[in-house]
């Protein structure tokens, strides 16, 4: 909050392949160097990272459609983040810790006529446990019916 200079680099990484077959394939990766360079009101933090900034993250996944039917799957990495400015709060784990995580989602839809849609899905497939702050909520599954017109 409220620094004198930071200094951001980093570099985004992204593919994406189309089949015949109806199947996409993608994936993409970011690293981002975000640092404290000059903090007069708290010297101690000049050469940290930022707070919240992951240093890197990474999303790779599929997705394939067929007629009416279409499904979706991304897995998704986020490094390790920090909340305090001098980056002491390594612990993970616990309450308050941004861990790092990888994640795995799926969506199936399929079109009913010309204008509804009905879809499944399940956020954090392996119902992996972190922290982002508060801890995760886990495997979450998703019922959803659309209308498009």
Request: proline share 3%; glycine share 8%.
């Amino acid at each position: 909050i409220n620094i004198g200079k930071a200094e951001v680099r980093g570099i985004e990484l992204e593919g994406k392949q189309k089949l015949e077959c109806g199947l996409t394939l993608f994936a993409n990766y970011t690293y981002t160097n975000a640092k404290v360079r000059e903090n007069n009101i708290n010297p101690d933090t000049e050469g940290k990272r930022l707070t919240m900034v992951p240093s890197e993250m990474f999303n790779a996944g599929f997705g394939f459609e067929r007629d009416k039917f279409s499904l979706r799957a991304v897995g998704r990495y986020v490094s390790k983040r920090y909340s305090n400015d001098l980056n002491i709060d390594r612990t993970n784990g616990v309450l308050f810790s941004y861990d790092p995580y990888f994640v795995a989602d799926a969506k199936a839809s399929y079109k009913i006529g010309k204008y509804f849609t009905v879809s499944a899905s399940v956020d954090n497939i392996f119902d992996r446990d972190y922290f982002s702050s508060y801890q995760s909520p886990g495997r979450k599954w998703y019922g959803e019916v659309s209308i498009n017109f």
